[in-house]
């Protein structure tokens, strides 16, 4: 049979997800045609998730320096200083998230576990032992028919990974909306801490150097995954199931110690783990970002599979792989750490003077490109985009109250989104390298971790409010940062810096490009009104089904350090005689709210269309700081922000961690259901033993404070309008999620 004829490279390059004018640009930069293996590297090179070519000239004006910025975006994750560890030395956090969102759609176990191994592969190629995990996940409607698979499967992979490796996951955030139905997202982030003389960067320095590859073989697995991440999805899209990528979590854990140990001799010049675009990324921005040029001679890559092209192994996404370029004359060094640790290595070439990537295959030169045109001279779009529309303020009094106040409680605490979420984290080890001092478990606004040998512990968070995104991106934007301020502040940490993880749907449609622009500028506003820079980040667009976009998510991340962790505070230590204190001012604003989207005004106004809460960010700086002093000064049991359910939101999760009664004062000042649902912003829920101290603490700081309420008794009330058993108020929050997860199969 004769074979078929090959694809003209066009229309091969439309196939790899590249545009016709982007082929053109090809042509014109190599002044030829190139081959199929050339084009293969183009195309991760130039795909969206590689080249940030939709986003790159907005992400720019984000703030990323500061006194304790060590290392801003460009590198596997961003460095800052936490102060003299063990024996004075200085130490640092390096932190990213990142997104496996389309591979956890198609295969969710391994597309969710692959995104936990990837992430902590940036941290600790840069020097760091990963210390903690945290993940953010957007789920369809508990109606849809896909979506209790998808949350079983992603559940299972990220615990799957993480506690097999050995790495706590200690917090994070689960949403259900119908938006997601056919796009989930899975943003994991990761933290690890290094010596801050000890950070270790990709740049390959100088010619003339070994490149060492080791880790597990290189097999047929996620070829074109960052294409296939940078496209969107359709009725096919369960037909990709071979662009996800297969992990092996113990595989990462010899990877991680022999990484480290390497480290530790002085040998490495420069290292690069391989993550999306494989080892064509990694060898790509090694030798690009230090100005130098690479060769390589594909037959030396370790391989676990027969007959593999130059193209499958340059876009393999096989995980648990690393690069390296070591100093001269260290191979023998690295090589006994390799074997001691079971991994297979190889020098696979050599870094030269040429500013290009050559690849050698079978004694034939299949790939010779300049690395300019792959790396800083890749395109770069100013996509058109359009203002999202101003949205009208909602008044409360243009909302009607419940008509059944204990219902309306109950339903909004049984909520998908505000139910607890216990079914899904204890299937993860929280407390696995026992310095986890706050988990989700432990009821606080943030996961906290102690520094080893110290009595310093580092706070991690992760936020947005995608429906406050969707009513107002510039507003919505400067809320996801805020609050992830507001949690770190809650449990007693400064605040230091932001990852972020911005995900939408498909930048070519102004409307969606609107929604990136403004979100950006909202963030960066935030982020320099409150001294947060951005450290790291990830961006994941054409999150979208047959044109259907996701809410757009721009998932902030954020570190903070407790200087003493016997400081850290959470919300589940009230005791009955305690004054509640509610930080900030309350106007009812139900825009946007949970109140609204759970049909609790299902008579008064339609639910969207409403102008979520606005963020004062100098507001944000002074109760943020009150409340850090407060903590330190002793006077208080428990802190929680006001966030999704406002007061009764924030009051009832209090009341059911404590395991003591809460009895809320109306208020005249608004309507009582705009006082108790309404999430205005820059709020905090304090239990105090001496509340006129508090008060006297706002008084002086100009920040706006009052008695909101007392503690006591074995029911969660507000005076005159209900009044639950805490018993009861339990069993709906708690059982929600279990429920749903063991529902018959639709």
Not at 570 to 591: F, P, Q, S
Request: one cysteine or more; a negative charge; glycine letters at 12%.
């Amino acid at each position: 049979m004769q074979a078929a004829a090959p694809k003209p490279m066009a229309d091969l390059a439309r196939e790899y997800g590249l545009k016709a004018e982007e082929y053109a640009l090809i042509l014109t930069r190599l002044g030829r045609e190139p081959n199929a293996v050339e084009l293969g590297v183009f195309s991760v090179m130039w795909s969206e998730h590689c080249s940030y070519k939709s986003s790159r000239l907005h992400l720019k004006t984000l703030p990323t320096t500061g006194p304790k910025v060590i290392c801003g975006p460009g590198e596997n994750a961003g460095v800052v200083d936490i102060g003299d560890g063990p024996n004075g030395v200085r130490q640092a956090c390096i932190f990213k998230m990142e997104s496996h969102n389309h591979p956890s759609f198609i295969e969710p176990y391994q597309g969710a576990a692959t995104g936990v191994g990837g992430i902590m592969r940036d941290v600790f190629t840069m020097g760091a032992r990963p210390v903690a995990l945290l993940n953010a996940l957007r789920f369809g409607s508990p109606d849809h028919p896909k979506t209790r698979r998808l949350v079983a499967g992603v559940v299972s992979g990220i615990g799957g990974y993480g506690n097999c490796v050995g790495v706590p996951t200690v917090g994070g955030e689960t949403n259900f909306d119908t938006g997601y139905d056919g796009n989930i997202l899975v943003n994991a982030m990761c933290v690890g801490i290094a010596d801050a003389d000890k950070i270790f960067y990709s740049a390959a320095p100088s010619a003339g150097l070994p490149v060492v590859y080791f880790g597990s073989k290189t097999g047929r697995d996620g070829i074109h995954g960052a294409t296939m991440a940078s496209a969107e999805f359709d009725e096919d899209s369960e037909d990709k199931r071979p662009t996800v990528q297969v992990g092996d979590p113990f595989a990462e854990k010899l990877l991680i110690e022999a990484t480290l140990e390497l480290m530790a001799t002085g040998a490495v010049a420069a290292i690069q783990d391989m993550g999306a675009a494989g080892l064509t990324s990694s060898s790509v921005e090694m030798a690009g970002k230090g100005g130098v040029g690479i060769e390589l001679d594909l037959d030396a890559v370790p391989q676990r599979e027969t007959g593999m092209s130059a193209y499958e192994m340059m876009l393999s996404e096989s995980q648990e792989r690393m690069l390296a370029i070591l100093k001269p004359g260290r191979e023998p060094e690295a090589y006994a750490i390799f074997e001691k640790w079971g991994l297979d290595a190889a020098v696979i070439g050599a870094t030269t003077d040429t500013g290009r990537i050559v690849l050698k295959h079978h004694g034939e030169t299949v790939c010779d490109l300049p690395l300019g045109p792959l790396s800083d001279d890749a395109p770069l779009y100013d996509r058109p985009w359009t203002e999202p529309p101003e949205l009208p303020r909602l008044d409360p009094a243009d909302v009607p109250p419940p008509v059944d106040w204990r219902e309306a409680v109950i339903k909004l605490m049984s909520c998908p989104d505000m139910a607890s979420k216990r079914w899904l984290w204890e299937q993860y080890d929280r407390h696995v390298m026992a310095d986890t001092l706050a988990d989700s478990a432990t009821a606080a606004d943030a996961g906290v971790v102690r520094v080893h040998g110290t009595r310093k512990a580092l706070a991690m968070t992760s936020d947005v409010t995608p429906r406050y995104v969707a009513a107002n991106p510039y507003e919505g934007g400067k809320q996801a940062v805020a609050e992830a301020w507001r949690n770190l502040t809650a449990v007693g940490a400064d605040p230091i810096a932001v990852t972020d993880n911005l995900n939408f749907g498909n930048p070519e449609r102004p409307e969606i490009m609107g929604q990136i622009v403004r979100a950006i500028a909202g963030m960066g506003e935030a982020c320099r009104a409150l001294d947060f820079p951005v450290v790291s980040g990830n961006v994941s667009l054409y999150n979208e089904t047959n044109g259907a976009a996701i809410p757009p998510t721009p998932t902030v991340g954020a570190v903070g350090l407790i200087p003493d962790y016997a400081e850290a505070i959470g919300y589940a230590r009230m005791r009955a005689g305690d004054t509640l204190v509610l930080i900030g001012e309350t106007r009812g604003e139900l825009g946007a709210s949970l109140y609204l989207r759970e049909g609790l005004g299902a008579d008064g106004p339609r639910r969207d269309g409403w102008a979520p809460p606005p963020v004062d960010l100098g507001a944000e700086k002074r109760h943020g700081d009150l409340v850090r002093r407060l903590i330190r000064e002793g006077h208080l049991h428990a802190v929680h922000d006001l966030s999704d359910g406002g007061l009764v939101g924030a009051a009832a999760e209090m009341a059911l961690a404590s395991g003591v009664g809460v009895e809320l004062r109306a208020t005249a000042l608004v309507h009582a259901h705009g006082y108790l649902f309404g999430e205005d912003q820059g709020r905090y829920l304090l239990a105090t033993p001496d509340p006129q101290a508090v008060l006297q603490r706002a008084r002086e700081a100009g920040v706006r404070a009052s008695e909101a309420g007392h503690v006591g008794g074995e029911a969660f009330a507000s005076t005159s309008l209900f009044a639950i058993a805490l018993a009861d108020l339990r069993q709906a929050h708690e059982g929600w999620m279990p429920g749903f997860m063991d529902a018959p199969a639709t």
